[in-house]
C-alpha cells in the first residue's frame, strides 16, 4: 500500500519565518496529494491538495507543489504566525483507487514563536 | 449542515466493557471512515465503508466492529474494551473517494 514520510517535529519557527516541512510518498501510480491540519483539540481540516503532477495546491499563504520525479508534495509557507501553530499531515490516497481513503503520516507538530 | 457529528466526546471505559461510538453525517456522504490517532502514530484506517450496507477493514480492525445501515451513521463498536484501545477516534466522510474528506472533532476514550 502507499505510505508517507514527513519530519515529525517539533519544528519551532519565529513569527514570520520561511517555513518547509518535507513529505515523500511511495505509491503505487501517482494519487492525489493531500495536507491536512489540526488545531489543538480539534479534529483534521483539509489545508490544501494537489491532484496530478506538477500542479500546485495553495490555502491560506501555504502552497505544495506534486513533485513526481522526487515523489514529493513539501509544504511551504513565505511567513509564518503564531496562529499556524498546529499538527500538519501528509496524505496520499489511498490504494484501491481511494475507496479506503487517506494514507496518514505521522504528523509535523509546528510550533511558532513571537 | 451539521457536517460530521461524534459522540460522547470524552469516555472512561474499564476493561472487558463494551461500548458504541457515534458518527453521523448530514452530507449525503457515499464514503465514511474511522481512525485511530496514538500520539507519534499519526492516525490509523480502522474500518470503512463505501456506502449503506458496505463496509470493510482498514490497517487495525482488530477488537472493532462496524455497520452501516443508513447513508448518514456509521456506528464503531468496540466489543471488549482493552488498555490498547486508549485513544482518539475521528469519523470522517467524504463524497467520492478523490474529494475532500471532512472529520468530526473526535472521541478520547480511556480504558483503564
Known amino acids: 500500500g502507499n505510505s508517507v514520510t514527513q519530519m515529525e517535529g517539533p519544528v519551532t519557527l519565529s513569527e514570520e519565518a520561511f517555513l518547509t516541512i518535507n513529505c515523500t510518498y511511495t505509491?503505487?501510480?501517482?494519487?492525489?496529494l493531500f495536507w491536512y491540519v489540526q488545531y489543538p483539540g480539534e479534529g483534521l481540516q483539509l489545508l490544501l491538495k494537489?491532484?496530478?503532477?506538477?500542479d500546485k495546491g495553495s490555502n491560506k499563504g501555504f502552497e505544495a507543489t506534486y513533485r513526481k520525479e522526487t515523489t514529493s508534495f513539501h509544504l511551504e509557507k513565505g511567513s509564518v504566525q503564531v496562529s499556524d501553530s498546529a499538527v500538519y499531515f501528509c496524505a496520499p490516497l489511498g490504494t484501491g483507487g481511494g475507496a479506503d481513503g487517506l494514507t496518514f503520516g505521522k504528523g509535523t507538530h509546528l510550533i511558532i514563536q513571537p | 449542515n451539521a457536517g460530521v457529528t461524534q459522540t460522547p466526546k470524552f469516555q472512561v471505559l474499564k476493561t472487558g466493557q463494551s461500548m458504541t461510538l457515534q458518527c453521523a453525517q448530514d452530507?449525503?456522504?457515499?464514503?465514511m471512515s474511522w481512525y485511530r490517532q496514538d500520539p507519534g502514530m499519526g492516525l490509523r484506517l480502522i474500518h470503512y465503508s463505501v456506502g449503506a450496507g458496505i463496509t470493510d477493514q482498514g490497517e487495525v480492525p482488530n477488537g472493532y466492529n462496524v455497520s452501516r445501515s443508513t447513508t448518514e451513521d456509521f456506528p464503531l463498536r468496540l466489543l471488549s474494551a482493552a488498555p490498547s484501545q486508549t485513544s482518539v477516534y475521528f469519523c470522517a466522510s467524504r463524497w467520492t473517494p478523490q474529494s475532500e474528506q471532512y472529520f468530526g472533532p473526535g472521541t478520547r476514550l480511556t480504558v483503564t
Open positions: 452530507m449525503n456522504h457515499e464514503y
Open positions: 505509491a503505487t501510480g501517482y494519487p492525489s
Open positions: 494537489a491532484t496530478k503532477a506538477d
